[in-house]
């Protein structure tokens, strides 16, 4: 069975950093590219950061380019989000989801972890 | 970058035929995933490369993509399916995965 385990969300001051893990026992993680996808409070999903499986590959939004890095340990079978310069807008609970394919859907989610960017 | 416009809302009685549109500028080239996502949930894929369905989603749902819409339709509308249902594509142009505003399904 797939699971990703987001962990790390938090309260965080303005202009702070944070990061983000996600666990993903159940299937052969090098395998697959993964993505952060965030949804602030009310709001709509907002994709953030795609990884490719040997993670040689990355793409972000504009909104978070320069701010965020998304790695993965295949060793470890984690994922991560190293989030810096954080602002309010930054505010939402962060999902770890797998994709089929670099262009494909996201089949798997986790149930998300919340960032809030606060003081 | 590429806007997906979907409706804010959509209601439906039980055992009717819901139609959710996702509008977009030529995406019947692109290939448009659907998912689902019921309040305090995480969401779910509901329809895959326009039409496809992943196991474990009843045949209800389907979807289809032309021209500068896409569609999703969930045919008989039970109260379980009220959510809110998301779009989403990936434009080649920016290698960005776009994700539409999203429309919440209220069964009446």
């Known amino acids: 069975e797939v699971q990703l385990l987001e962990s790390g969300g938090n309260l965080v001051q303005p202009g702070g950093s944070l990061t983000l893990s996600c666990a993903a026992p159940g299937f052969t993680f090098s395998s697959y590219v993964m993505n952060w996808v965030r949804q602030a409070p009310g709001q709509g999903l907002e994709w953030v950061s795609t990884?490719?499986?040997?993670?040689?590959?990355?793409y972000y939004a504009d909104a978070v380019k320069g701010r965020f890095t998304i790695s993965r340990d295949n060793s470890k079978n984690t994922l991560y989000l190293q989030m810096s310069s954080l602002g309010a807008e930054d505010t939402a609970v962060y999902y770890c989801?797998?994709?089929?394919?670099?262009?494909?859907?996201?089949?798997?989610w986790g149930q998300g972890t919340l960032v809030t960017v606060s003081s | 970058s590429y806007v997906l416009t979907q409706p804010p809302s959509v209601s439906v009685a039980p055992g009717k035929t819901a139609s959710i549109t996702c509008g977009g500028n030529n995406i019947g080239s692109n290939s448009v995933h659907w998912y689902q996502q019921r309040p305090g949930q995480a969401p779910v894929l509901v329809i895959y490369?326009?039409?496809d369905r992943p196991s474990g989603i009843p045949e209800r749902f389907s979807g289809s993509n032309s021209g500068n819409t896409a569609t999703l339709t969930i045919t008989r509308v039970e109260a379980g399916d009220e959510a809110d249902y998301y779009c989403q594509v990936w434009d080649s142009n920016s290698d960005h995965r776009v994700f539409g505003g999203g429309t919440k399904l209220t069964v009446l």
């Open positions: 989801v797998r994709a089929t394919g670099t262009t494909g859907a996201f089949d798997s």
């Open positions: 990884i490719t499986g040997s993670g040689l590959s990355t």
């Open positions: 490369y326009d039409s």
